[in-house]
């Protein structure tokens, strides 16, 4: 597929979409706010952080080298 046909392929899915998370984040993986330098996280993306930071602070994690082991059993199956 030539550039010119891909670029027309894409033009027509973005004009037939009214997704406008995935608008979003068309526009911002193209660099439109790059001269910000700043990413916006979404209000889920916050929310998720924020739970994560609070399951470290709760001791609700597993260490690198947990994991490992666990994966190193699982493999040994």
Excluded at 45 to 68: L, M, P, Y
Excluded at 71 to 77: A, P, R, V
Aim: hydrophobic letters at 35%; glycine letters at 4%; charged letters at 35%.
């Amino acid at each position: 597929m030539s550039i010119i046909e891909l670029q027309k392929k894409l033009i027509e899915k973005i004009n037939e979409t009214d997704d406008a998370a995935l608008l979003e984040d068309i526009y911002n993986f193209f660099g439109a706010d790059e001269e910000l330098g700043i990413y916006q996280l979404s209000d889920k993306q916050i929310a998720i952080i924020e739970q994560s930071q609070q399951q470290i602070k709760d001791g609700n994690h597993f260490t690198n080298d947990e994991v490992n082991k666990e994966i190193d059993e699982w493999l040994e199956k």
